[in-house]
């Protein structure tokens, strides 16, 4: 018994020198390296991306909000528009609060609502980082003919950064917030949110395709909360100032472009 065990002890040994043999011999200058090439150009974007609720990224297409048809990579998609609803013209409230977004599904032609968002885009692949500022600004004030809501600003609350597309869930950037709690928003342009990456150790944040959501939809409960208020886009005009029958129209201006760190 003990011949055998010695036997099998001296093939191991064996085996254990020409492995080592082998290893020398491969790490000698009989060697070469190999060399790898791929190339990126900056290619273009041939269409929009799907249309669909915010924050749901298995949502039905829906028809509207109308979609922007300039297909630069860094950009605002879509805006939803805001209905203040109707009031009394001598009534003495000065602040009134947008109905949630309401639109159809494109293939049901179902009814549907959301809240309301702004959908923007930056995918530059020629920066080293993707940092940008949402700003929002009334660039034609609430108007009746010549009665003007003068002064009048929308507060937008509740921001949210979201994506309604899987492939940028991880890239929601982290250090993107929303300048305040609550924003509003006049004739001045207002940044509403920033992204500044600050270093490059994870490119991959703020390249995609977000959107800047206000508040959640409201659900109903018939115990707790039977008739839910949305309150996340609210109107405020001047307390005093008179207002004449009739629609009152604006136009609210989204851009996306640089941010500026003033930190430095």
């Known amino acids: 018994m003990k011949r055998s065990h010695k036997i099998a002890g001296a093939a191991l040994l064996a085996t254990v020198a020409v492995g080592a043999v082998l290893s020398a011999q491969t790490n000698a200058e009989t060697s070469m390296p190999g060399k790898g090439k791929v190339e990126f150009t900056a290619g273009s974007q041939t269409t929009n991306p799907t249309n669909r609720p915010p924050d749901d990224t298995s949502g039905p297409e829906i028809s509207e909000p109308t979609q922007n048809e300039d297909l630069s990579k860094r950009r605002i998609i879509s805006v939803t528009d805001l209905d203040f609803q109707v009031h009394e013209a001598l009534e003495t409230e000065t602040a009134y609060d947008a109905t949630v977004y309401n639109t159809v599904e494109t293939e049901s032609g179902e009814p549907i609502s959301m809240p309301h968002f702004v959908r923007f885009q930056d995918v530059r692949t020629d920066v080293p980082v993707n940092n940008f500022a949402v700003t929002a600004q009334i660039t034609d004030q609430f108007a009746n003919g010549t009665a003007v809501l003068t002064g009048a600003e929308i507060e937008y609350k509740n921001a949210r950064l979201t994506t309604s597309y899987a492939e940028y869930v991880n890239n ?25 990456a600050g270093d490059e150790s994870d490119i991959k944040l703020g390249f995609g395709t977000f959107e800047l959501t206000f508040g959640e939809l409201p659900v109903a409960d018939p115990e707790t909360n039977p008739n839910p208020v949305y309150d996340s886009v609210t109107l405020h005009r001047l307390p005093g100032s008179p207002v004449r029958e009739g629609v009152y129209n604006a136009v609210v201006t989204w851009t996306i472009g640089d941010y500026v760190d003033t930190t430095a």
């Not at 982290?174 to 940044?191: F, I």
Request: aromatic fraction near 4%.
């Open 172 to 196: 929601i950037p982290t250090n993107a917030v929303p300048t305040a709690a609550s924003t509003k928003v006049g004739a001045g342009e207002q940044a509403l949110m920033v992204n500044w």
